[in-house]
């Protein structure tokens, strides 16, 4: 079925007003018509899905009678901040729709010392907004509970800051010890743990920086013998957690 995203004010005596880009894409695009089922999730806390039809069309929304609360769930039972090293070109976009649909929570942009991308201030608040379009793209493509949140782009040490709230930090590096180690580590994260993981960018961390994670109390990994690109590392890093916390 398909999916909206909606906020709690849309919703009203067992309604739901779908207005905007998403009334035009169900009416003009999908073609939904009258009777026909699909899913809105409302963004509250903790957010709630539905299974919705259109009563009607009319100037300019959907109105969407709700028939029951979904009672599946398509969240991971961890909540996961991907520190992403702000890598090159449109990489950084590809690497977002792929973590929202492998159940990322958070994505936050890291400058590190061999990103090479520098973020233009005056340019910033564009490239959020699209940047955070695209996670909500993906998180309605995959049936997403929530729509993930972009953050803006980050240095380093506040990072490493920030992610000093997560439970459990992992930093894949080629120099950890083998797969085995990082089987245990993985296996070892419990639901309801908060996870931070930091990405290098196409250069890899710095020692420094390797350093000062570990410091942190970051648990090096490793993702195999072979290097991995920054965006193949991100996408391999959340699918071995995925299969380890999906239940």
């Given at each position: 079925m398909y999916q909206f995203f909606i906020d709690s004010s849309q919703i009203s005596d067992g309604h739901a007003i779908i207005t905007?880009?998403?009334y035009n894409h169900m009416k003009n695009v999908l073609r939904i018509k009258?009777?026909?089922?699909?899913?809105?999730?409302?963004?509250?806390q903790p957010p709630v899905k539905y299974i919705c039809t259109v009563d009607a069309y009319v100037e300019q929304?959907?109105?969407?009678?709700?028939?029951?609360?979904?009672a599946e769930t398509h969240e991971l039972p961890c909540?996961?901040?991907l520190y992403q090293g702000l890598p090159k070109a449109d990489k950084l976009e590809w690497i977002i729709e792929k973590a929202v649909e492998l159940?990322?929570?958070?994505?936050?942009?890291?400058?590190?010392e061999r990103s090479v991308v520098k973020i233009d201030a005056k340019k910033a608040d564009a490239k959020l907004s699209r940047w955070q379009n695209i996670a909500q793209a993906a998180a309605k493509q995959s049936?997403?509970?929530?729509?993930?949140?972009?953050?803006?782009?980050?240095?380093?040490?506040?990072?490493?800051k920030q992610?000093?709230?997560?439970?459990?930090?992992?930093?894949?590096?080629?120099?950890?010890?083998?797969?085995?180690?990082?089987?245990?580590?993985?296996?070892?994260?419990?639901?309801?743990?908060?996870?931070?993981?930091?990405?290098?960018?196409?250069?890899?961390?710095?020692?420094?920086?390797?350093?000062?994670?570990?410091a942190a109390g970051f648990a090096a990994v490793t993702l195999g013998q072979r290097i991995l690109r920054?965006?193949?590392?991100?996408?391999?890093?959340?699918?071995?957690?995925?299969?380890?916390?999906?239940?």
């Open positions: 905007g880009s998403d009258p009777g026909e089922q699909f899913y809105i999730a409302v963004q509250s929304c959907a109105d969407c009678r709700i028939l029951s609360e979904a909540s996961i901040t159940g990322v929570d958070r994505i936050v942009p890291v400058s590190m049936k997403r509970d929530r729509i993930p949140e972009v953050c803006p782009v980050l240095s380093f040490k506040e990072a490493l992610a000093d709230e997560a439970q459990v930090k992992f930093l894949p590096y080629e120099n950890a010890r083998g797969m085995a180690a990082t089987r245990e580590i993985l296996g070892a994260v419990k639901q309801g743990e908060r996870i931070a993981v930091f990405i290098g960018p196409e250069g890899g961390f710095s020692e420094k920086e390797v350093n000062q994670a570990l920054t965006e193949t590392a991100a996408v391999a890093v959340l699918a071995m957690l995925a299969y380890e916390l999906e239940t």
